[in-house]
């Protein structure tokens, strides 16, 4: 299994702005992803982050507005840019350890409200 | 993309009740998880069952691939199994999932 953890857990940003998310792994992982869940709803892949190339999106979500960093095998960024209240979700990070595991593992997720 | 629906959507219990979830998906996988998303939201992986029988205690899951669908058993229930239980699936090896709805659980004293 993994540790993970985010940072911040929770943030109530103005409209406009923009806000970085932090997942950091207690070991080095294979793969690491970030989701949204909308209010009421299920998750939702946005990105498979990469480690030390562009992030691998998904239909219906793009690199201006969700920039992804991965700058080595246990620590990942998800930035929200321009935010509006339709932003507001939990986004979670989420890795799988390798080894020929598909076992996957979520991080305790960013609660965002956008005002 | 591949579809996943799960059923019922929602689940109320009387504590020590059992029940069954059920996960359809459209497609023919080679990755299936289950997970249980806690009142705090956190998720929990509960079984990577892609095929055959898993147990774990008062939970066990049975994916019959040839016919697209999964089970989860909950067995003599308890408050803290309430919460959402999503099914997730996904059939390329880059291991991304694909979420069902996911299935609210309320387990009463």
């Known amino acids: 299994s993994a540790v993970i953890s985010q940072k911040p857990s929770r943030d109530i940003c103005q409209r406009g702005t923009s806000l970085t998310i932090q997942c950091q792994v207690d070991?080095?992982?294979?793969?690491m992803f970030w989701y949204r869940q909308q209010p009421g709803q299920s998750l939702t892949l946005i990105a498979t982050?990469?480690?030390?190339?562009?992030?691998?999106?998904e239909s219906g979500f793009v690199i201006d507005k969700f920039p992804i960093s991965r700058p080595n095998l246990t620590f990942s960024t998800l930035t929200v840019s321009n935010m509006s209240p339709e932003d507001s979700s939990i986004y979670l990070c989420?890795?799988?350890?390798?080894?020929?595991?598909?076992?996957?593992?979520f991080g305790p997720g960013t609660r965002l409200l956008v005002l | 993309g591949i579809q996943v629906e799960q059923s019922p959507p929602d689940l109320i219990l009387q504590e020590g009740a059992n029940s069954t979830l059920r996960c359809n998906f459209s497609?023919?996988?080679?990755?299936l998880q289950w997970f249980h998303q806690n009142p705090w939201g956190q998720l929990i992986n509960l079984f990577y069952?892609?095929?055959g029988t898993k147990q774990n205690g008062r939970l066990s899951a049975t994916t019959v691939a040839t016919e697209r669908y999964s089970l989860l058993y909950i067995s003599s229930s308890q408050t803290t199994d309430s919460g959402v239980y999503f099914c997730?699936?996904?059939?390329?090896?880059?291991?991304?999932?694909?979420f069902g709805a996911g299935t609210t659980v309320t387990v009463r004293a």
């Open positions: 989420s890795v799988v350890t390798g080894g020929g595991m598909k076992t996957q593992y």
């Open positions: 070991s080095q992982v294979t793969m």
């Open positions: 982050a990469n480690q030390g190339s562009e992030a691998t999106y």
């Open positions: 497609d023919s996988v080679n990755n």
């Open positions: 069952i892609p095929s």
């Open positions: 997730a699936v996904g059939r390329s090896n880059d291991y991304k999932l694909s």
